[in-house]
Structures are given as C-alpha cells and as structure tokens.
C-alpha cells in the first residue's frame, strides 16, 4: 500500500506526526477531565475508549476520495485525530455535546451528526461532533480537524459486531437487512435500558418519601437538605458530597 502514497506526503506525515499525536493527548486529557466534572454534576456517564491519530494510507486514501491538494490534507481531512466515547445510556448524550461545545475550549464545534435519529443504510447508529482544535496562542498555526464519535454501549456493540465488516464495502441485500434487524434490536435494548435509567433517577416530590435504598444524587440530597435547613443549597457543594 505505501508504494501507492507519494513520498512527499510520507515525509510530511512523519514530520507531523508526534505534534499531531502531542495534540490528540492534550485534547483526550481535557476530555476525561471534563468527562469526570459531568459525571460528578450531572451524573452523565462516558468514558473514552479509543483515541488515534489517522495512519497515512488511511489519510492518502480520503484525501484522494474528497480530491484534496497536498497542502490540504492535514487541515481538511474530519477525522485527522479521532477520539471515540462510550455512554451509558441515551440520555448522555446530548449533555456531552453540549459539554464538548460548551466545556472545551481548545476545541471549535464545526458540525454535530446525528446518526440515532438518522442510522446509516447500514444501520450504523452514534453521534460524530466534528471539531477542530484551536492553537493558543495561535501563532498562525492552522487548526488540526478532530472528530469525535460518541456511542451508547449497544451502539457501540453493533459497531463491534457489524460495522468493522461491512463499513466501505457493497454489501449484498441479504447482509444488509440482517445488519438493519441488529441495528433495531440493539436500538430496543438502548430504549429499554434508558427506562430503567429514568425510573430509577426519579426522585420523590419530598423529602420524607426518599427510602434508605434510594441512591444518592444531587437531586435527593439538595431536597434533604431543604428539608432540614429550609435553604437551597450550591449545586457544587452537593457534587463535593457526591463525590
């Protein structure tokens, strides 16, 4: 496959190489730090499982696919770094775009594409936010296009079993409907899942119906400490006792 790249690109890959990769760990560290300060505040659980840089056929391959110039290759190519977080349940995943957008600011939000609503033909369900990190201070440095894949747990599993095999490839009729049923089955699983997640994130209208079993959150604990004190109380002061 490398006798197929040019040279020229092969050298610019390998002289970028270990400052794209210096980039993708500095924007994976914010990302668990901000990642851990949700969970805290919110209780969105997301943990990140995968985080690379794009290997150079992979790279020459789009760049040829969406006819970039030479030039344009490492600053227009989407997924350049990738960064891939897996929730828990469906209802994290909209608190860890809004925290993406809102929380790191190394990071520019271009596009979010919503594949749960929309799966793909071949049933690929997740959420890609596509962003760029931004240099600061800039020094005229181009942005470096990063994009991150945010994936349920079952979402994730359908890719695992599924995706790997059939992704870029013309899948026959047969294939491509038993690819769709898993899709639905493990979409039902994640309906079913995000149930349980709701009913058990009730919290009662007064203090006095929080049993002993109950879990502990924020919410319980701001209303038994209302009870008690007859006073709101900070959101971060209950993250502390949380924790």
């Not at 696919?65 to 190519?77: G, H, I, N, P, Q």
């Not at 925290?99 to 600011?105: A, L």
């Not at 594409?113 to 181009?142: C, L, N, Q, W």
């Not at 502990?216 to 502390?240: G, S, V």
């Amino acid at each position: 496959m490398k006798t197929d790249i040019p040279k020229n690109f092969l050298d610019q890959y390998q002289d970028k190489r270990q400052h794209l990769q210096d980039t993708l760990d500095q924007v994976t560290a914010l990302l668990r730090l901000r990642l851990s300060q949700l969970a805290a505040r919110s209780g969105s659980r997301g943990r990140i499982t995968e985080a690379r840089v794009k290997r150079p056929a992979k790279l020459w391959k789009n760049a040829q696919k969406a006819s970039l110039k030479l030039e344009d290759v490492f600053t227009r190519v989407e997924d350049l770094l990738g960064v891939r977080i897996v929730c828990n349940n469906l209802s994290d995943v909209a608190p860890l775009v809004e925290m993406i957008r809102k929380d790191c600011s190394i990071l520019k939000v271009l596009k979010v594409k919503d594949m749960i609503s929309s799966p793909t033909k071949i049933g690929y369900r997740a959420t890609h936010v596509r962003t760029a990190f931004v240099h600061f201070p800039s020094g005229g440095e181009p942005d470096i296009p990063c994009e991150i894949q945010i994936r349920t747990l079952s979402q994730d599993t359908w890719a695992r079993l599924s995706r790997d095999d059939l992704y870029g490839r013309d899948v026959p009729q047969p294939i491509l409907r038993l690819s769709q049923a898993l899709s639905t089955q493990l979409s039902a699983i994640d309906e079913i899942g995000q149930l349980i997640r709701d009913e058990l994130n009730q919290c009662p209208s007064v203090a006095e119906k929080i049993k002993d079993s109950d879990g502990i959150t924020p919410q319980r604990l701001a209303l038994l400490y209302k009870h008690r004190y007859e006073e709101n109380i900070y959101e971060w002061t209950l993250i502390d006792w949380v924790r």
